[in-house]
């Protein structure tokens, strides 16, 4: 599996950027996605989940009402919409696909990592 991830940039705080994550290699409709961000100096952390239908969705607290998390099976892509951007958004991210249909905000259950999209966020 093969995941590649797309869309960042350098942004001014207050601004929209919208992340893609390109799925290859076997059924990517079966499994939950999900984005992490690592940011200079600290560790990989949860941004938003989504399972294997789109039907539930869950953020971490820091980004809910500003970003939101879709996907499309049909495309094998899932996505993240990155709205009202802050300086604390800024980190290197990274989409992924957890083991089963529902994710966890866990990431010992991610099964595949992307590559990762670097987003910068200027104030």
């Known amino acids: 599996v093969q995941l590649q991830a797309s869309g960042g940039g350098l942004v001014q705080a207050g601004d929209s950027l919208k992340l893609s994550c390109a799925a290859s290699?076997?059924?990517?409709?079966?499994?939950?996605m999900g984005w992490f961000r690592q940011a200079p100096g600290k560790e990989r952390e949860f941004v938003a989940e989504?399972?294997?239908?789109?039907?539930?969705?869950t953020y971490e607290d820091s980004v809910k009402g500003r970003f939101t998390i879709s996907r499309d099976n049909a495309k094998n892509t899932v996505y993240l919409q990155m709205n009202s951007l802050k300086p604390e958004d800024t980190a290197v991210y990274y989409c992924?696909?957890?083991?089963?249909?529902?994710?966890?905000?866990?990431?010992?259950?991610?099964?595949?990592w992307g590559q990762g999209t670097q987003v910068t966020v200027s104030s």
């Open positions: 992924a696909s957890y083991r089963r249909a529902w994710g966890s905000r866990n990431q010992y259950e991610i099964s595949y």
């Open positions: 989504i399972n294997w239908s789109g039907s539930s969705v």
């Open positions: 290699g076997r059924a990517f409709s079966n499994n939950a």
